[in-house]
């Protein structure tokens, strides 16, 4: 079945960086767009970036354009995002997701979430 | 890159129908037949509900339907039940090829 498990989160400094990485199993990884989705704490989704099948391109809210970077290696069958610069608004729970089979602009598997937490 | 428009909560009875609505613009909602709609449970990962405005995955019960008129998209949950108590986001595609979601509606079966 689809898993989607996330890591490398924790507590940083104001102006710190992470990497976080989504490794998946389940389905062939190669062929599916991917997403950093995030949510903080009481708060609702907010989308964070988007990567193509093949990494061709990236795509980033406004939010975190220029500090973020997302990128994949298929390889590996892992996503990752390299934050940097990272500000107390940063602070939340970041879940990688799956690009739905025949469905556009949706997503059919969410992983648990790994929690980032931005603070002096 | 604003966050679409929901109700912060809809609540109804067991049996009843409630339509939670998402609204958004011409560069979201409007412009693209790409809305989605997800559910979450506290502390689990969101579910799909609906894509492309109206259609439903497969496994999904069909008392979720979707629809959209103008910028703005509507989430219907007929025969409401105890464990459709959750918080339910829409979600757009985007004229900068990226997404936007709605702030969420807590629903509440009375």
């Known amino acids: 079945q689809v898993q989607l498990v996330e890591s490398g989160g924790g507590v940083v400094q104001p102006g710190g960086s992470l990497r976080l990485s989504c490794a998946a199993s389940?389905?062939?990884?190669?062929?599916?767009?991917m997403h950093w989705v995030r949510q903080g704490p009481g708060k609702g989704l907010e989308w964070v970036a988007f990567?193509?099948?093949?990494?061709?391109?990236?795509y980033y809210a406004d939010s975190v354009k220029g500090r973020f970077t997302i990128s994949r290696d298929n390889s590996k069958n892992t996503l990752y995002l390299q934050m940097n610069s990272l500000r107390a608004e940063d602070t939340a729970v970041y879940s990688c997701?799956?690009?739905?089979?025949?469905?556009?602009?949706?997503?059919?598997?969410w992983g648990q979430g790994t929690l980032v937490t931005v603070s002096s | 890159q604003s966050a679409l428009t929901q109700p912060a909560s809809v609540s109804g009875s067991p049996g009843q129908s409630i339509t939670i609505s998402c609204t958004g613009t011409?560069?979201?909602?409007?412009?693209?037949?790409?809305v989605a709609w997800y559910q979450q449970h506290p502390g689990k990962a969101p579910k799909l509900l609906i894509y492309?405005?109206?259609n439903r995955p497969s496994g999904v019960s069909n008392r979720f339907s979707g629809s959209k008129s103008g910028n703005t998209a509507s989430l219907t949950i007929s025969g409401l039940q105890a464990e459709d108590e959750a918080d339910y986001y829409c979600?757009?595609?985007?004229?900068?090829?990226?997404?936007?979601f709605g702030a969420g509606t807590k629903v509440t079966v009375l």
């Open positions: 979600s757009s595609y985007t004229t900068s090829s990226t997404r936007v």
């Open positions: 990567i193509p099948y093949d990494g061709s391109k990236k």
């Open positions: 389940g389905f062939t990884f190669s062929s599916f767009g």
């Open positions: 492309e405005v109206s």
């Open positions: 997701a799956k690009d739905a089979l025949a469905a556009v602009a949706a997503s059919d598997f």
């Open positions: 011409s560069s979201d909602v409007g412009g693209y037949n790409y």
